[in-house]
C-alpha cells in the first residue's frame, strides 16, 4: 500500500513509523511544510524536535513537496495536522478519489463573532469535503511509545466500511493493534472531551488532592463525556471501549500526556502561557475546551468539570477555586447527572 502522512509532529511521525515497519511493507511518505524541517530529518533519520530518540526508518521518505501531487498518487491518505488545521487541509484535498483519514482531536474553533459552535473532525469534512470517503484514526495512545513498538491499540472510526477496512489494512500489526467502529461520533466526542478533563485530572494531582479525588474525576468525567456524545447522536457504547474510557485513562494518569503536564503546572502557579510554552508541543484541551463547552452550553448538556477547566483557563478561576468549584455542587443521584 502507498501511505502519505501530511503532518510530522509527534503523532504524524509516529504513524509513518509505525507503516513503514508494516510487515506488509508498505510504501510510506511522511510530508512537513518546512523545508528545513524535513532536511533535518533527512541528515539525522530522527525528528529531533517532536520525537527525538526514535530511528525513522530507511524505508520511510521525507517531502516537503506540494501535498496534493503526493496524495493523488496514494492508496491511502493520513491528515496529521492539529485541529486548527484540519479544515485547510481538507479544502486541498477535497476533489481526491482517494480514502483520508485524520489523527487530531478536538473540536475546531468557532469562527469569531459568529453564532456557530465548534464542529468535530467529520463535521469539518461534510462542510469543506462532503465527496470523500473518510475517517479518523483514534484511540488511547502517546506516540513515543507507538513508535518505539510498544502495544498499543487504536480505533479506525468511519461511516464507510472500505475505509474502516484499509486502515486496518494500513496499521494493524504485531505491536499495533487497530479495531473497526462505525460511529465516528462517539469516537470524535471521547478524542476531543478526554483532553480537557486531563486538564482537570492534572490540576488534581498537581495539588496533591490524592488518588481518590482523581478516580472520582475520572468517572465523573465519562460521564460528562458520555452526556455530551449520547446529545449528538453517538452511541453509549463507544464510551466504553478504547476511544473513551481507553483514552480518557491514558491521558488523565499518563506521564506522557500533555494536557494532564498543562493542568499540573498550573497547579504549581505557572501561568498558562508558561505551561503551554514549557510543553514545546500543542496541548489541545487548552483550544478545544471552550469550544467543547460551547457545543455543551448549545445542546443544554452540563459539563461542570469542563466548565470548571475553561474558567481557570481564562483566569476566572484560581486552581483551588476550579477544585472547590467541583466539590461544592450540590449531592444528587449518581446515575442521574453528577
Keep these: 500500500m502507498n501511505i502519505v502522512v501530511l503532518g510530522a509532529g509527534a503523532w504524524g511521525t509516529a504513524m509513518a513509523v ?44 521525507l517531502s516537503a513537496g506540494d501535498p496534493l501531487s503526493l496524495a493523488s498518487s496514494a492508496d491511502l491518505v493520513v491528515v496529521a495536522t492539529p485541529m486548527s488545521a484540519l479544515r485547510g487541509m481538507l479544502q486541498v484535498l477535497s476533489a481526491l478519489d482517494v480514502p483520508v483519514a485524520w489523527l487530531c482531536k478536538g473540536f475546531e474553533a468557532a469562527p469569531r463573532g459568529g453564532s456557530a459552535v465548534g464542529l468535530m473532525g467529520h463535521e469539518v469534512c461534510a462542510q469543506v469535503a462532503p465527496g ?12 513515543q511509545e507507538a513508535a518505539r513498538g510498544q502495544p498499543t491499540a487504536l480505533v479506525a472510526a468511519s461511516p464507510h466500511a472500505a475505509v474502516r477496512d484499509l486502515l486496518v489494512d494500513a496499521f494493524h500489526g504485531p505491536t499495533l493493534r487497530v479495531y473497526a467502529n462505525d460511529d465516528i461520533v462517539g469516537v470524535e466526542v471521547g478524542g476531543a472531551v478526554k483532553n480537557v478533563l486531563a486538564i482537570a485530572t492534572g490540576l488534581c494531582d498537581g495539588l496533591d488532592l490524592g488518588l481518590n479525588a482523581r478516580a472520582a474525576l475520572i468517572t465523573r468525567g465519562l460521564a460528562e463525556m458520555t452526556r455530551l456524545g ?35 503546572a498550573l497547579a504549581q502557579g505557572l501561568t498558562l502561557a508558561q505551561a503551554v510554552d514549557s510543553l514545546g508541543h500543542v496541548a489541545e484541551g487548552v483550544y478545544s475546551a471552550r469550544t467543547v463547552l460551547a457545543r455543551a452550553r448549545h ?8 466548565e470548571a477547566v475553561v474558567a481557570l483557563l481564562d483566569g476566572q478561576r484560581t486552581p483551588r477555586d476550579a477544585v472547590a468549584l467541583l466539590m461544592g455542587r450540590s449531592p444528587v443521584a449518581e446515575l442521574s447527572r453528577p
Design 299 to 306: 445542546l443544554q448538556v452540563d459539563m461542570p468539570i469542563t
Design 18 to 61: 509505525s507503516a513503514a515497519a508494516h510487515p506488509s511493507a508498505h510504501a510510506v511518505t511522511l510530508w512537513a511544510r518546512d523545508a528545513q524541517q524535513v532536511a533535518g530529518m533527512q541528515a539525522t533519520r530522527q525528528n529531533a524536535r517532536y520525537l527525538p530518540d526514535i530511528e525513522l526508518p530507511s524505508s520511510l521518505a
Design 132 to 143: 470523500l470517503r473518510s475517517g479518523v484514526l483514534s484511540g488511547p495512545s502517546f506516540a
Design 230 to 264: 449520547l446529545a449528538l447522536g453517538a452511541r453509549p457504547d463507544t464510551f466504553m471501549g478504547l476511544s473513551g474510557l481507553g483514552d480518557l485513562v491514558l491521558t488523565a494518569t499518563g506521564d506522557l500526556s500533555r494536557n494532564r503536564r498543562v493542568g499540573q
